[in-house]
C-alpha cells in the first residue's frame, strides 16, 4: 500500500523589515515599508543598502523599485548605482562622483547619474550633459575607460531632468539564457546589455550580492529607493506534487488583477492567489503598472514528482529477505525508519516500513507492509551428529529433503574453510581424514509454492563428528 506525501523544502516569501533583509552603510537609513534613504539633502554623503541574501546569475531574476534623486536639479547631484558583486556586503565606495561604488571588485553596476563630473575640474569623466543611465564594471564610472560596458543614455527618453521630487519606477531584468540585461526607467526600455556576466565579470560564480549606493559631493540631493513587496519576481516556480504555493504579480497602481486560466488558483483576482495545479501550467497575469501602461506576464509552474516507489504490500516467507529501493537517483537525502541512509534496506522481518527521500526542493515519503507467514512447502532436515566409523549405520552426512527444485550443500571448518560441496542428489558427506568435532554447515535451497512462486532459502547450522 502506498501513501505518497510531498512538503515544498523551499518557499520564495519576502521576509518583512523584521527579519532585517538589508544591510545598512554608510549614512542609508531605513524609512519603513521596504524604503530607505540612501543619502540625506547634504554635501559629500555616502550610503548603501545591501541585501543579505545572495542573488543567482545562473537563473532569470526581475527587480523593481521606485528611485527618488530629490528636487534639486540645479547643484543636485550625484546619482545612485545598482550594483551586482561577490567582494561582500560589508563594502562601501567613496562619496562624490564615485556614488558610493568605486572600489568594489569584482562588480557590475548600473548608474543613474544625474550631476555632469565634466564641467569641474576638467576631469575628462565622459560625462554627458544630460542626467543618464550606463552599465559599468568593477567600480569604475570614467566612461573614457574600457570599463564602461554600456555608454550613457537618457534617463528619460525625452532626456527630461529626473531631480524632480518624484519616484521613477526602476526595472532590471536578467536573462541567464540570453545573457542578456535589459534596464527599465518609467516603464521605457533603456539599456539592454549582452555579456556573459559569470564568466566575463565573475569568474565562475553564479552567486552575486546585490544592493543600491549613492552619494553626494559639494552639490547635493537626497536619494531614496522603495523595494517594491515581493521582488525579486518570479517568471517560473515549482509546487510539489499534491502541494500549492503562492503566485505573486509585481505590483498594479490599481491593485486590480486578473490571471488565466482560473484553474488551480484560488482567487484570480488578487496580487498573490494560492496555486495547487494537476498538470505543469503557465499562468498569464494582467494589471496596469505604475506608469499607467496594460502589462501582461507569465509564471510557468511546474510540478515536482518522483519516482519513489517501495511497491505493494508484500508476503515474505520464513528465511527470505526483501531488498526495498527508492528508485531515486537524484535524491538529496534518504531516511529509512530504522535511521539508515542508503538507496536500498534489506529487510526480513515483518513490519510496515517507510522511507523519507528529499529531491528536487520537496519531501516525498512511501511505506510498504511487510508481513510474514510459513508457506515453507518444501522440508530439509540435516542430522546434528553423524559416526563415519564404517560400521554402516549414520556413516555419512546426508542431507533429507522433499520438495526442493534445487540446492547447494556446503561444510565448513572452524576456520571458515569449505570442506564440502554438494548438489541436489550429490549430498553425502564421508567426514574421511577429518578428526572428531564440531563442523558448521550451510545448504541454501530453491522451491516452487503453491502458488507457483519462487523462493531461495539459506539455511545454516552444525554437525558434531564422532569416531
Known amino acids: 500500500m502506498k501513501r505518497l506525501f510531498a512538503a515544498l523544502i523551499w518557499?520564495?516569501?519576502?521576509?518583512?523589515?523584521?527579519?532585517?533583509?538589508?544591510?545598512?552603510?554608510?549614512?542609508?537609513?531605513?524609512?519603513?515599508?521596504?524604503?530607505?534613504?540612501i543619502t540625506?539633502?547634504?554635501?559629500?554623503?555616502?550610503?548603501?543598502?545591501?541585501?543579505?541574501?545572495?542573488?543567482?546569475?545562473?537563473?532569470?531574476?526581475?527587480?523593481?523599485?521606485?528611485?527618488?534623486f530629490g528636487d534639486r536639479d540645479q547643484n543636485g547631484s550625484d546619482g545612485m548605482v545598482f550594483i551586482l558583486q561577490t567582494a561582500g556586503?560589508?563594502?562601501?565606495?567613496?562619496?562624490?562622483?564615485?556614488?558610493?561604488?568605486s572600489g568594489i571588485f569584482p562588480s557590475l553596476g548600473v548608474e543613474f547619474d544625474t550631476f555632469q563630473n565634466n564641467r569641474t575640474g576638467g576631469t575628462g569623466y565622459?560625462?554627458?550633459?544630460?542626467?543618464?543611465?550606463?552599465?559599468?564594471?568593477?567600480?569604475?564610472?570614467?566612461?573614457?575607460?574600457?570599463?564602461?560596458?554600456?555608454?550613457?543614455?537618457?534617463?528619460?527618453?525625452?532626456?527630461?531632468?529626473?531631480?524632480?521630487?518624484?519616484g521613477h519606477l526602476v526595472r532590471i531584468a536578467w536573462n541567464p539564457t540570453a545573457r542578456e540585461l535589459d534596464v527599465y526607467f518609467d516603464c521605457q526600455q533603456r539599456v539592454k546589455l549582452r555579456k556573459d556576466l559569470i564568466t566575463d565579470?565573475?569568474?565562475?560564480?553564479?552567486?552575486?550580492?546585490?544592493?543600491?549606493?549613492?552619494?553626494?559631493?559639494?552639490?547635493?540631493?537626497?536619494?531614496?529607493?522603495c523595494l517594491l513587496p515581493r521582488t525579486p519576481f518570479q517568471s517560473t516556480m515549482t509546487v510539489c506534487a499534491g502541494e500549492s504555493g503562492t503566485l505573486t504579480s509585481r505590483m498594479a497602481v490599481d491593485n486590480q488583477y486578473r490571471w488565466f486560466p482560473a484553474e488551480g488558483l484560488d482567487n484570480p483576482t488578487v496580487r498573490s492567489p494560492k496555486v495547487r495545479p494537476l498538470r505543469p501550467t503557465t499562468y498569464t497575469v494582467s494589471y496596469r503598472n505604475h506608469c499607467g501602461q496594460s502589462v501582461t506576464d507569465t509564471i510557468r509552474v511546474s510540478i515536482a514528482t518522483s519516482n519513489l516507489e517501495l511497491g505493494k504490500d508484500t508476503t515474505l516467507c520464513e528465511g527470505q529477505t526483501l531488498t526495498l529501493s527508492t528508485h531515486c537517483q537524484n535524491a538529496t537525502t534518504v531516511l529509512w525508519n530504522d535511521g539508515t541512509g542508503k538507496a536500498t534496506l534489506t529487510v526480513h522481518q515483518p513490519g510496515r516500513y517507510w522511507v523519507r527521500v528529499e529531491e528536487a526542493g520537496c519531501v516525498f515519503l512511501d511505506?510498504?507492509?511487510?508481513?510474514?507467514?510459513?508457506?515453507?512447502?518444501?522440508?530439509?532436515?540435516?542430522?546434528?551428529?553423524?559416526?563415519?566409523?564404517?560400521d554402516g549405520v549414520n556413516d555419512v552426512l546426508t542431507l533429507h529433503y522433499s520438495g526442493i527444485d534445487s540446492y547447494e550443500f556446503f561444510?565448513?571448518?572452524?576456520w571458515g574453510v569449505v570442506l564440502y560441496k554438494g548438489e541436489l542428489n550429490k549430498a553425502?558427506?564421508?567426514g574421511q581424514n577429518y578428526p572428531a568435532g564440531l563442523y558448521t554447515w550451510v545448504v541454501r535451497y530453491r522451491f516452487t509454492d503453491q502458488k507457483q512462486q519462487k523462493h531461495e532459502v539459506r539455511k545454516m547450522g552444525q554437525v558434531q563428528l564422532w569416531r
Open 89 to 101: 556586503n560589508d563594502k562601501l565606495g567613496p562619496n562624490g562622483r564615485d556614488l558610493g561604488f
Open 367 to 390: 511505506t510498504v507492509l511487510v508481513r510474514l507467514e510459513s508457506c515453507q512447502e518444501a522440508n530439509v532436515y540435516i542430522p546434528d551428529v553423524f559416526t563415519p566409523n564404517g
Open 11 to 37: 518557499v520564495f516569501a519576502w521576509v518583512g523589515a523584521d527579519a532585517q533583509p538589508y544591510k545598512l552603510l554608510g549614512g542609508a537609513t531605513a524609512l519603513g515599508g521596504d524604503c530607505y534613504q
Open 40 to 68: 540625506k539633502a547634504a554635501p559629500n554623503q555616502r550610503g548603501v543598502v545591501w541585501r543579505n541574501d545572495k542573488i543567482k546569475l545562473n537563473e532569470p531574476f526581475d527587480l523593481e523599485f521606485l528611485m527618488n
Open 411 to 414: 561444510v565448513y571448518d572452524r
Open 126 to 166: 565622459g560625462d554627458p550633459e544630460f542626467d543618464h543611465i550606463a552599465v559599468v564594471s568593477n567600480g569604475n564610472g570614467n566612461h573614457t575607460t574600457p570599463h564602461t560596458l554600456f555608454m550613457p543614455v537618457p534617463a528619460l527618453e525625452s532626456g527630461r531632468n529626473i531631480e524632480d521630487g518624484r
Open 201 to 225: 565579470l565573475f569568474e565562475g560564480q553564479t552567486e552575486v550580492w546585490w544592493g543600491i549606493s549613492g552619494s553626494t559631493g559639494t552639490a547635493y540631493n537626497r536619494h531614496t529607493v
Open 428 to 430: 553425502a558427506w564421508d
